[in-house]
RNA sequence: GUCCCCAUCGUCUAGAGGCCCAGGACACUACCCUUUCACGGUAGGUACCGGGGUUCGAAUCCCCGUGGGGACGCCA
């Protein structure tokens, strides 16, 4: 059997991070097992969706790079079958329509809470052998109900939470096709996976309410009923349920935040899913690896540190070309004009090792090209008396030293060794002076990147300084 | 209120009756490395929600409790 999942998001909003756990497990199934993985858009609810939303979630998918096999279709282009289905549907007896108001329904359920009672509609219009239905009201739309099954238990073995079953007493007859005459969510849902020939429904697990009932239509429509796996819920970082008033966010507000997609993608895949202790590998691994038993069942709280730790091992990891070119245009962004000398790919191969994320190396990169002007108590802290000295005696070298990180390494040994001092009393003055950083690499190959003249005169302007009355700029 | 789901270190998890007085990873602490800060290396602390069963034996199975979550829309 050719597997076929599908991920259908509602446009009526970007697309968060839960919804990308989702659309990740869903792709890897389908790619684990050389199936198809469709992308639907859920935009039935005509009043809250929008194509600015549509395109967020493109978006979204697109830079974590899941694509998809088929589609996107757009469920509002689809009406006149789901209408077609409807009709059929009562044609048959398995639908039938529904005068009452959303008022009386209010009052209705009202009046069922008071008592303890879950709310339900009542059936009043349900048709049954013998019973005598109210008159039309004449000139009111009516909406059209799904004749659920009175007895009995639907029941399914769901792929991550084993077997589900709920009575059909529990169910009411749910509204398929509003007043209006468009179809809802639920109904939808059931025509496209049936007729897009869904294998695996992976989806949150907010719609486990809804699989009985979508089970029960399938089953008056003669349908293949797929099977369900749904996912727990991301919790956020204080164990609280994400909603977009409280920590939701946007994955494309991670691109922001300097993450690589590569980790974001890992960190997902670890987040309710294991493959024994591995904790980091590639997307084109966890396809091979990717089953659906080794999901967890319970809630899982997000944790940016593990996030950043992953980040920060792929920055380390990373082709160099492609992070040079993802930092040339943070930098661009910032109005940093990125020369020629010191290199990028020389900034970065010294750096890529020391950062969490992308902000944080254009941070360290913008120094090189942009006009430093040391903070004066990092001056006044590293740049004392004694250091004068020392400092003079390099920069006296300087155009002699080879243009290497070796030798430059010999130097700063023999100057603080000529004037009786430790390593960081030249070390520490020189990083302030060259990048207005107390952390850098490795002191000499930081010289050693900066072309010669860029040192003489990062390490003159202060020399000059230090003759100012106050011993700093 | 009713129905459904969940429950191992602070966090993500391994664990499918003996291999577990519970393993890995993030975070944390100490030490090592060292030219600052990272990286890396080594070591360490911290967990089976509670109570009953079943069994020679339970983190693993069953029941109850507790806690958390979800759903109950002419939203998706």
């Known amino acids: 059997m050719m597997i076929r999942t599908r991920f259908a998001p509602s446009p009526t909003g970007f697309l968060h991070i839960g919804g990308a756990r989702t659309a990740l497990f869903s792709w890897a199934y389908a790619r684990r097992h050389a199936g198809s993985f469709i992308l639907r858009i859920e935009d039935t609810d005509l009043a809250r969706s929008t194509p600015e939303a549509v395109q967020a979630i493109l978006d979204g998918m697109q830079w974590l790079g899941l694509n998809y096999d088929e589609g996107p279709f757009y469920q509002t282009q689809r009406m006149p079958r789901y209408r077609a289905v409807i009709e059929e549907m009562l044609a048959a007896g398995s639908a039938y329509r529904c005068y009452m108001t959303p008022d009386e329904l209010d009052r209705l359920r009202e009046e069922q809470r008071a008592q303890g009672l879950k709310p339900r509609y009542d059936g009043r219009w349900r048709p049954e052998p013998g019973k005598t239905l109210p008159t039309p009201p004449v000139g009111m739309p009516a909406v059209v109900r799904f004749r659920n099954p009175a007895a009995g238990v639907v029941a399914w073995d769901d792929l991550v939470k084993g077997r589900i079953e709920i009575a059909n007493a529990e169910l009411d007859d749910l509204i398929i096709a509003r007043a209006d005459g468009t179809p809802t969510y639920n109904f939808c849902v059931v025509v496209d996976d049936w007729e897009m020939g869904i294998t695996h429904v992976i989806r949150g697990d907010d719609h486990v309410n809804n699989t009985p009932r979508q089970i029960n239509i399938l089953q008056a429509l003669g349908a293949q009923v797929p099977l369900y796996a749904h996912l727990s819920m991301i919790l956020g970082g204080d164990g609280q349920k994400l909603s977009k008033r409280h920590g939701a966010v946007s994955v494309m507000q991670y691109d922001d935040a300097g993450y690589l997609p590569e980790a974001v993608l890992n960190y997902l895949a670890r987040l309710g899913w294991s493959h024994g202790d591995d904790e980091i590998f590639s997307m084109s ?182 003759h100012s009355p106050t011993g700093c700029s």
Not at 292 to 316: G, M, V
Not at 327 to 342: D, F, K, M, Q
Not at 431 to 445: C, M, W, Y
Request: some cysteine.
């Open 285 to 466: 691994q966890f396809c091979e690896w990717f089953e659906l038993d080794h999901i967890t069942p319970s809630a899982a709280q997000f944790n940016t540190e593990k996030l950043n730790w992953l980040n920060a091992h792929y920055l380390r990891t990373v082709d160099p070309e492609r992070l040079e070119s993802l930092l040339r245009v943070r930098l661009e962004a910032r109005g940093v004009t990125v020369a020629a000398s010191p290199s990028l790919a020389a900034i970065i191969a010294l750096h890529k090792g020391r950062v969490g994320n992308l902000n944080e190396l254009a941070n360290v990169a913008e120094v090189f090209y942009i006009d430093l002007q040391p903070k004066a108590e990092l001056l006044a802290k590293h740049l004392t008396p004694e250091t004068f000295a020392v400092l003079s005696d390099f920069v006296a070298h300087l155009p002699d030293v080879a243009w290497e990180s070796g030798a430059i390494g010999a130097l700063i040994k023999d100057c603080v060794a000529r004037h009786g001092l430790k390593m960081p009393k030249l070390a520490m003055p020189l990083r302030i002076l060259l990048t207005g950083l107390e952390q850098t690499p490795s002191v000499d190959a930081l010289v050693a990147i900066f072309p010669r003249e860029m040192v003489l005169k990062r390490l003159t302007a202060v020399s000059e300084a230090r």
